[in-house]
């Protein structure tokens, strides 16, 4: 397994300053959330992290070294990112994109899994049929829908087989229930390959039930981290997002269940007892 971390962590664009001054390390082999508002830093995080976006001051360091100091292909080895808003060049098959994957794994870039090695099939074999694109295969990315898109990026990213794996939204476009087997899928990575996982999610209830660890953002900073059960609150609802809400047992997973309020249902009576399943 591999570390990441960083320390006193500023991050702009332009002139503009998003990330100041955060310091944190992502749990090894665990699955870790990034959860806030809109525009409180998250993806400007997760790219930090990434290598995508270098720091004006403070370090991010992969397995005890400065990301920034390491040749490309050498982190592309390690850390796996799938981007919010990922693009891909036109007439590009399925398996194309997929194989792209393992370029970091090849002496020189293969643009098809055929020109790699069987251990190159296998990888991406694997990785669509884990995300049940493998019908997909031949077909064009830009003729896909949106969710058979993400899809498609996702089993990329599976397929470059790496001990950490960077998403951001990896749900978007996603229904209710390729969401939450998106989320199976990244989990059972997790379990099996013992891969450290971090993703950027909107869903706060999907984040809660599924995160080993929840990093809360607040303009630029970490507003709490930790357990789902410790980190969300009502409290913490309210100061991160602005939003009124009860917290309950999820009956399904004992996690944190958020219910929103709204202004209708802003009288409700607070929880007074919460018993979460550790």
């Not at 005890?64 to 040749?71: A, E, F, K, L, M």
């Not at 064009?140 to 899809?151: A, H, I, M, Y």
């Not at 958020?258 to 919460?274: E, M």
Request: proline share 6%.
């Amino acid at each position: 397994m591999a570390t990441l971390q960083t320390s006193g962590l500023r991050l702009r664009y332009d002139q503009r300053t998003v990330i100041e001054g955060l310091s944190t390390e992502i749990p090894e082999g665990k699955v870790t959330m990034i959860v806030g508002a809109n525009a409180c830093g998250k993806s400007t995080l997760l790219r930090g992290l990434a290598r995508l976006l270098k720091p004006v001051a403070g370090t991010v360091t992969l397995d005890g070294r400065d990301i920034h100091s390491r040749p490309a292909r050498e982190v592309a080895r390690t850390l796996g990112l799938l981007p919010q808003h990922p693009t891909a060049p036109d007439g590009l098959s399925v398996r194309d994109l997929v194989g792209r994957g393992r370029y970091p794994h090849q002496g020189f870039f293969r643009s098809r899994p055929a020109g790699g090695s069987l251990d190159d099939e296998r990888a991406v074999h694997e990785a669509m049929a884990a995300t049940d694109t493998l019908e997909l295969a031949e077909r064009n990315v830009d003729e896909l829908s949106g969710g058979q898109r993400q899809r498609v990026w996702i089993a990329m990213a599976l397929a470059q087989e790496t001990d950490v794996l960077l998403l951001d939204e990896p749900t978007t476009y996603l229904d209710l229930t390729h969401q939450v087997e998106v989320l199976d899928l990244i989990t059972d990575l997790n379990r099996q390959r013992g891969t450290t996982v971090t993703i950027v999610l909107h869903d706060l209830n999907l984040a809660a039930r599924y995160a080993d660890h929840i990093i809360a953002m607040k303009s630029g900073q970490i507003a709490a981290e930790g357990a789902a059960r410790t980190v969300i609150t009502e409290e913490l609802v309210r100061d991160v997002f602005g939003l009124e809400s009860r917290v309950l047992p999820d009956p399904v997973s004992g996690a944190p269940l958020i219910i929103p309020l709204g202004r209708h249902h802003a009288d409700a009576p607070p929880t007074t007892t919460l018993e979460l399943v550790p």
